[in-house]
């Protein structure tokens, strides 16, 4: 066994157009996710790094079909599983925070029903049980008067305020010990992104989750991951610890990505 | 943010103004098509200084913007007129047949509701394969195929092929009383009279038509439902749902059917208003004492004042349907509600 809880192997596909034509999008991507450690998986949009995560909890777009590659969870590989397995997996093992955080919340429902649904799913329990557990968890993510945010629909809640219930949602009524976030911060107030930051970093430590950061803000890496995997153009060009590629990056990807963000720190 | 009461009640004080356009549309665009009724009552040979006394009696000398304040003014005594062709008050006409044209559309319409959802969820879950085809062209030759024709198909299926349904002579055997009336509608009537054997007798005669009314709904009704289940399975909350580790049933019937129903439940209502305003020649195919029925006898005899107020009977249907639509839209979609 090695000290990875996730180890993604040559993972290659392509998108299968309206014809059948193939688009390869994905090329040999490895990269691993230590356990209890904070991984970044950096790359600009289409770099394919959305894509591998997606593929990771078996959700990835209908269109895209895999050519080669394992996905290597506590040793077994999840693409072999079938469907069922795959659904235990999902929540029990791994969760996921998604970029929108109102649009990934279905509107119809109140956001304390939708946790409260989770939690008797993975948990069992009365449906009064699970909604109470629905408002510890908001609580816990430091939203104001969980009781009555509980009873309030999707997009009566900021986009922050949302992204903080996707989160109760994924790593505290899921009780995963993989979280995967995709973009978390994106799309959201300056202010907000570093306190949802904050929480997801105070959250991942105290609850000893193995979390994958997939991000193009460089800063947030910088402060919070201590693995980073770089990728561009649907390969994995660079990984290593997060002092190692600020530092001494090799890929000249890399060193462009490193040298843009620090010039719009600078500006 | 207004509470739920006051926003039905702001909807509700919509009915007036949309219901005294469609009067006054009704009564001047009757005025326009229709010439001069009083054609209709004055004998060929009537002198000139008689057609002008049947004129002022019938109310039409008076210049056209009184004739409206009086049709208004009778209007609002529930008074639509006397019927050419009964001698009847329209008002009462329409009363009578009402029963008939609002107990096949229920059936109708549920069977369109009942088969059309659920066929729509199957070919969305389906997507692309064998089960979407085939509902798919099933409801394309619901839409494409004229209703009087699908009616007259299961006619010569049911009744003359196969026998096991009765010919279209109405809403009960030839010779079979009516029970006492009590709601009008044969289903419920035939019981309360305690009388099974004629609610069989009404079950059947009602089950062509409302087969012929359920398959022409029940087309459009699953094409939306598809394509708005499609839509919902592709989003985002859906992902998240997957992602939790919900199974399909969960995700396909509480995490995205509620969603899917909006735009079905408009189309339900649009349905709704042109089954309940009477399908005019599928009541004639089956002899169906509807106002479908009424209306197509009013136009064959030129009778004014009974088509007037079909017209704005089935106006006033389609404003209810709208308003059941927008209110049972506040209780599915929360985003209206609050």
């Known amino acids: ?267 | 943010m207004p509470p739920l009461g006051k926003m039905i009640l702001r909807r509700l004080l919509w009915v007036f103004p949309v219901a005294f356009g469609v009067v006054t549309m009704t009564f001047f665009m009757a005025r326009v098509l229709n010439g001069d009724p009083t054609e209709l009552y004055a004998p060929p040979e009537a002198t000139d200084a008689l057609r002008a006394e049947i004129r002022a009696r019938l109310g039409l000398a008076d210049p056209l913007p009184i004739q409206f304040l009086h049709y208004l003014r009778d209007l609002l005594h529930f008074d639509l007129g006397i019927s050419f062709t009964t001698g009847q008050s329209v008002a009462a006409d329409l009363w009578d047949r009402l029963p008939a044209t609002l107990e096949l559309g229920f059936v109708g319409l549920a069977i369109g509701i009942a088969a059309g959802i659920p066929l729509g969820v199957l070919a969305a879950v389906h997507r692309e394969r064998w089960p979407d085809f085939v509902v798919r062209g099933t409801t394309l030759s619901g839409m494409a195929l004229p209703q009087f024709w699908v009616g007259l198909v299961l006619i010569s299926i049911f009744f003359v092929d196969l026998r096991w349904l009765p010919g279209p002579v109405g809403r009960l055997p030839i010779g079979i009383a009516l029970p006492p009336k009590v709601t009008g509608f044969l289903l419920v009537d035939t019981l309360l009279a305690g009388r099974p054997d004629l609610w069989w007798l009404a079950a059947k005669q009602i089950a062509l038509p409302a087969l012929t009314l359920g398959f022409s709904s029940a087309a459009p009704i699953a094409r939306v439902t598809r394509s708005a289940m499609a839509e919902a399975l592709q989003s985002d909350y859906v992902r998240t749902a997957i992602a939790m580790g919900h199974g399909k049933r969960v995700v396909w019937f509480r995490y995205s059917l509620r969603n899917a129903l909006l735009p079905v439940v408009t189309l339900i209502g649009g349905v709704a208003g042109h089954i309940f305003a009477g399908a005019v020649l599928l009541e004639s195919i089956f002899a169906w004492p509807g106002l479908g029925q009424y209306a197509l006898q009013a136009i064959e005899r030129s009778d004014f004042a009974a088509l007037q107020g079909f017209v704005i009977y089935a106006s006033l249907l389609y404003v209810i349907a709208f308003l059941l639509v927008d209110l049972l839209y506040m209780f599915i979609d929360p985003r209206i509600r609050t």
């Open chain 1, 1 to 267: 066994m090695s000290d990875a809880l996730l180890e993604i192997e040559d993972y290659s596909g392509a998108f299968v157009g309206e014809t059948g034509e193939l688009t390869p999008v994905l090329h040999g991507v490895s990269y691993r996710l230590k356990t209890g450690m904070m991984t970044a998986v950096v790359g600009e949009s289409g770099s394919g790094k959305s894509l591998v995560a997606l593929s990771i909890l078996g959700i990835q777009p209908p269109a895209f079909e895999r050519s080669s590659g394992r996905m290597l969870f506590r040793g077994s590989d999840l693409l072999e599983l079938d469907e069922r397995a795959m659904q235990g997996i999902r929540g029990a093992e791994i969760s996921m925070v998604f970029q929108d955080a109102r649009a990934a919340l279905n509107p119809v429902f109140t956001v304390g029903r939708q946790l409260a649904d989770v939690w008797q799913l993975q948990h069992g329990g009365s449906r009064r049980a699970a909604m109470t557990q629905a408002i510890e968890a908001l609580r816990r993510v430091s939203i104001p008067e969980p009781e009555r945010r509980a009873l309030q629909y999707p997009h009566q809640f900021s986009g922050g305020m949302a992204q903080r219930a996707m989160i109760a949602m994924a790593s505290l009524i899921c009780e995963p010990s993989l979280l995967i976030l995709d973009e978390p911060t994106t799309g959201l107030d300056v202010t907000i992104q570093s306190d949802i930051m904050e929480l997801i970093v105070e959250l991942s430590r105290t609850r000893g989750l193995t979390t994958c950061l997939i991000t193009h803000d460089l800063g947030v890496v910088a402060e919070t991951c201590q693995e980073v995997v770089v990728m561009n153009a649907g390969r994995v060009v660079e990984t290593g610890s997060a002092e190692a590629i600020f530092t001494r990056p090799s890929d000249g990807y890399t060193q462009r990505l490193l040298s843009a963000s620090q010039l719009v720190e600078a500006a």
